[in-house]
């Protein structure tokens, strides 16, 4: 005999079978087929490479953008503003004032007071002309730390590029513009250092001449030691004088006119490089 509570549970065994589906049932396909359409969507909006590419990537842009920073600079222009202020205190020393006058002017412009004017003026130059030398070694050492500088970034973005090139290597098309951007940046690198290395060897060749122009002077008019020599006893070479400007005029003349070259081509350079970031970055415009 069946008991009461297994009558139950055939009974409710039987109404479950003979249930109808519920309307809601068929309402819940299209739902389904919704959420798979979102997801399918997502997934497609998705990078083809997520994960570690995107961070190397970001490592290689960083790299060209220090060594852009780094090549930044005025360093030219504070040069060149050198060079002019030196070509004209150089000038503004004439031996030919030791030439005696001729006519009334004679009369009463003695040897020894030329001589007195001439030493003054030349003492009273000699210290910017130590102040210009200075301030010319000063930017040439400056040149040198500063591609110090960049030989270390160039090695890092060396590094960042090579990371990169190893992680692309997993995909069948390695072609990459953050890759080609970083890759482009190496030479264009070097290119300014060596611009700026001529610049530097420049500076310090024109402030040796200088000092060597200014001691050489002052030694001629006995005006190098700590006191002044006698005038009866200074007897300055004019001629050799007047081939010892000249020469150092000329210094400042290959050096003003190897600025100007320098320039042009470190304008060129560094356009080079901000097409070239702008392009590692994806930037519109180019």
């Known amino acids: 005999m069946e008991t009461e509570e297994t009558a139950a549970v055939a009974l409710t065994s039987d109404e479950t079978a003979n249930v109808e589906p519920h309307d809601d049932a068929d309402s819940a396909e299209p739902a389904v087929e919704e959420a798979?359409?979102?997801?399918?969507?997502?997934?497609?909006?998705?990078?083809?490479?997520?994960?570690?590419?995107?961070?190397?990537?970001?490592?290689?842009?960083?790299?060209?953008?220090?060594?852009?920073?780094?090549?930044?600079?005025?360093?030219?222009?504070?040069?060149?503003g050198q060079l002019q202020d030196l070509r004209m205190r150089v000038a503004s020393v004439r031996?030919?004032?030791?030439?005696?006058?001729?006519?009334?002017?004679?009369?009463?412009?003695?040897?020894?007071?030329?001589?007195?004017?001439?030493?003054?003026?030349v003492t009273d130059l000699a210290p910017s002309i130590s102040t210009a030398a200075v301030?010319?070694?000063?930017?040439?050492?400056?040149?040198?730390?500063?591609?110090?500088?960049?030989n270390e970034q160039h090695q890092g973005l060396l590094t960042a590029i090579t990371e990169l090139d190893e992680a692309l290597m997993a995909f069948p098309e390695r072609a990459d513009a953050v890759r080609?951007?970083?890759?482009?940046?190496?030479?264009?690198?070097?290119?300014?250092?060596?611009v700026d290395a001529r610049l530097a060897e420049t500076a310090g060749q024109v402030a040796e001449a200088a000092m060597g122009w200014r001691?050489?002077?002052?030694?001629?008019?006995?005006?190098?030691?700590?006191?002044?020599?006698?005038?009866?006893?200074?007897?300055?070479?004019?001629?050799?004088?007047?081939?010892?400007?000249?020469?150092?005029?000329?210094?400042?003349?290959r050096a003003e006119a190897g600025m100007t070259a320098a320039k042009a081509r470190r304008d060129e350079v560094m356009a080079r490089l901000d097409r070239t970031l702008a392009a590692a970055r994806g930037d519109e415009a180019v």
Do not use: W
């Not at 080609?180 to 060596?194: A, E, F, V, W, Y």
């Open 36 to 80: 798979s359409e979102e997801v399918a969507a997502a997934a497609t909006d998705m990078p083809a490479d997520p994960g570690p590419l995107e961070g190397l990537r970001a490592a290689v842009i960083a790299g060209c953008e220090g060594l852009n920073q780094t090549c930044q600079g005025v360093d030219a222009d504070f040069i060149r």
């Open 95 to 121: 031996p030919a004032e030791l030439t005696p006058r001729t006519g009334l002017g004679g009369l009463f412009d003695s040897h020894k007071k030329r001589l007195t004017r001439f030493r003054h003026h």
């Open 135 to 150: 301030k010319l070694r000063d930017a040439a050492a400056g040149l040198g730390r500063r591609n110090g500088a960049l």
């Open 180 to 194: 080609d951007g970083g890759l482009k940046h190496l030479p264009l690198t070097r290119m300014i250092q060596n």
């Open 215 to 253: 001691d050489d002077l002052l030694k001629a008019l006995g005006a190098d030691g700590k006191k002044l020599t006698p005038l009866r006893r200074v007897n300055p070479d004019q001629g050799a004088l007047n081939q010892a400007c000249e020469a150092l005029l000329s210094v400042i003349d």
